[in-house]
């Protein structure tokens, strides 16, 4: 498969590793010094382009992509609160191609599940607080994390006691806190913590008077993540539309 990689910092590397084992070849690499390499005959030779930028370009690179012909992968996060309806209608109306995730992750596809099903559980005993808190790396620009929203959202289909998630606090990379915890009883509270190299933690608790039920996804590096966006790009080679983790992993 022709891969063009969108980004190459830390992911886009480890993403380049990856794909050239399993013998795919990556044909374009687009940073932020030759956008207009998107235009190139290198870039649309490819079969799936695998995004990974920031909150700010991601939706122009997808349609920077769409526009040359090129599927995408992306997995930037922090843009399709105010893009996901456009990009749904681009892929079910247009012929368009997109794969978003919020996190790549055999793991936290996993998690995401087990999350949703405890959470159904959890729906019969209302006696529990639900909350949430994620921890990532000094770099990260969103907060939540894209990851926390999704586990924020699962829960909020199966708990009938909450309707929205809230920002809880945010512990800055200088140790200081902003923001509270305290909110409505039909509110989940999304924690953040924001230190050192951290790859990404997201912790679940349903608590009561009597005890705690925790889980947690704890992420030791990038491969996790980066094996993911090249099983998606191959997954997505093959398909057309609007598509997920849900469609990658069938459980």
């Not at 012909?69 to 209608?89: A, D, F, I, L, Q």
């Not at 790549?104 to 099903?117: D, E, H």
């Not at 620009?141 to 999704?150: C, F, K, V």
Request: hydrophobic fraction near 40%; glycine fraction near 8%.
């Amino acid at each position: 498969m022709k891969i063009a990689l969108i980004g190459y910092g830390k992911m886009g590397k480890e993403i380049e590793k990856i794909a050239v084992a399993r013998g795919h070849e990556i044909v374009s690499i687009i940073d932020i010094n030759n956008r207009q390499d998107f235009e190139s005959e290198a870039f649309r030779s490819a079969d799936v382009a695998i995004e990974f930028t920031a909150p700010a370009v991601a939706y122009d690179n997808c349609l920077s992509a769409f526009r040359n012909g090129v599927k995408v992968v992306s997995g930037s996060t922090g843009w399709m609160g105010e893009h996901g309806e456009e990009m749904r209608r681009l892929c079910e109306e247009e012929g368009k191609t997109l794969f978003w995730s919020s996190n790549f992750s055999l793991g936290v596809a996993v998690f995401a599940a087990v999350n949703k099903y405890l959470a159904k559980i959890m729906n019969n005993f209302p006696n529990y607080e639900v909350s949430m808190v994620e921890t990532h790396h000094v770099h990260k620009l969103d907060a939540p994390s894209g990851t926390a929203i999704t586990l924020a959202e699962g829960i909020l289909e199966n708990l009938d006691r909450k309707d929205k998630w809230v920002m809880g606090t945010l512990t800055a990379p200088d140790g200081t806190v902003s923001g509270t915890t305290e909110c409505a009883a039909n509110e989940l509270p999304v924690s953040a913590i924001r230190e050192g190299e951290v790859p990404g933690i997201h912790t679940i608790r349903y608590e009561s008077e009597a005890d705690s039920i925790i889980i947690t996804h704890d992420a030791k590096n990038r491969k996790g993540f980066a094996l993911g966006a090249v099983l998606a790009a191959e997954y997505t080679a093959a398909h057309t539309g609007f598509l997920g983790m849900n469609d990658l992993f069938k459980f």
